[in-house]
């Protein structure tokens, strides 16, 4: 079983950067598939991007261009880098992994605002 903990978000003026980061523990995260999600207040909670246990990546259109995900299999760490932030993407960002069932982590809030 795996332990998530997410790190890296604040408040960002809006095309501001921030670089979140998911640190596993309990398990060797190259096996899980992982991904990033994040619930707006009011909102459902919606995938922002995802990457498989071979390294590769998927996007959600409202972040392609702006947002990568990575991983550090050596580091048991996923991390999110995202640019050209806008107040849309004011939300809490979760980090989940997959491997027969969805681990997740307590969530890092991201607040985009001038």
């Known amino acids: 079983q795996v332990q998530l903990v997410e790190s890296g978000g604040g408040l960002v003026q809006p095309g501001g950067s921030l670089r979140l980061s998911c640190a596993a523990s309990?398990?060797?995260?190259?096996?899980?598939?992982m991904g990033w999600y994040r619930q707006a207040p009011g909102k459902q909670r919606e995938l922002v991007a995802a990457?498989?246990?071979?390294?590769?990546?998927n996007y959600a259109d409202f972040v392609k261009g702006r947002f990568t995900i990575s991983r550090d299999n050596a580091q048991n760490t996923v991390y999110l880098q995202m640019n050209s932030l806008k107040p849309e993407d004011t939300a809490v960002y979760y980090c989940?992994?997959?491997?027969?069932?969805?681990?997740w982590g307590q969530g890092t809030l991201v607040t985009v605002s001038s």
């Open positions: 990457i498989t246990s071979d390294g590769i990546t």
């Open positions: 309990g398990s060797m995260l190259s096996i899980y598939a």
């Open positions: 989940n992994a997959n491997r027969l069932r969805n681990y």
